[in-house]
């Protein structure tokens, strides 16, 4: 069974750093990019970015909301891919969700963890 | 890279059929027939229900169709039934990133 899930969300104050995980099971890890999103309360999802497998060179593309300052990453060894969230501000609170990539649409989905960031 | 555009809104009483259109432009929808729909309840995490504009993932009731003509797609769902209340969202591949619809929330009456 295919599992994918997020750890490392809570309270931030604006200006600092967290890095969420996403932990998955089920499925060749490295046979897959892996994409991050984020949903604010009452809001649509919005696409934060993916990490491609290293079959294609294991790069990154980001939405332009947080280019800059998110870095997504990949440890196929370990089946988990991580989201580094820098210079946080207080439009990035959400709930973040990881989803496997298969082409070009998320077939599988994590639950989310909630990133707040305030002072 | 904007959002489509999806209405905010629908509804259909049980058994009735029900379409969510999703408009793009021509570097996302009108570009690829890439486009993928979303199922999300309350507190939930979505689910996929349609790929590559008109493919059903396993599981997925025949139901559920989807199309695209021109730069807009679109979701039907027929014999509707009380659990596709829901939140439903339309993406899309635009090159290099990914594009979601604002969401369109069903109302079974």
């Known amino acids: 069974e295919v599992q994918l899930v997020e750890s490392g969300g809570g309270l931030v104050q604006p200006g600092r750093s967290l890095r969420l995980s996403c932990t998955t099971s089920?499925?060749?890890?490295?046979?897959?990019?892996l994409s991050w999103f984020r949903q604010a309360a009452g809001k649509g999802l919005e696409w934060v970015g993916f990490v491609r497998s290293k079959t294609y060179g294991g790069t990154t593309e980001y939405a332009a909301s947080v280019k800059g300052r998110f870095t997504i990453s990949r440890d196929d060894s370990r089946s988990i891919a991580y989201l580094q969230m820098n210079s946080l501000r207080t439009e990035d609170t959400a709930v973040y969700y990881c989803g496997r990539s298969n082409g070009y649409f998320f077939d599988y989905w994590g639950q989310g963890t909630l990133v707040a960031v305030s002072s | 890279q904007s959002a489509l555009t999806q209405p905010r809104s629908v509804s259909g009483s049980p058994g009735q059929s029900v379409t969510i259109s999703c408009t793009g432009t021509?570097?996302?929808?009108?570009?690829?027939?890439?486009v993928s729909w979303y199922q999300q309840h309350p507190g939930k995490a979505p689910k996929l229900m349609i790929y590559d504009v008109s493919k059903r993932p396993s599981g997925v009731p025949d139901r559920l169709s989807g199309s695209k003509s021109g730069n807009t797609a679109s979701l039907t769902i027929s014999g509707l039934q009380a659990e596709d209340e829901a939140d439903y969202y339309c993406c899309s591949f635009a090159g290099s990133s990914v594009v979601f619809g604002g969401g369109t929330k069903l109302t079974v009456l």
């Open positions: 089920g499925y060749t890890f490295g046979g897959y990019a």
């Open positions: 021509s570097s996302d929808v009108g570009s690829y027939n890439y």
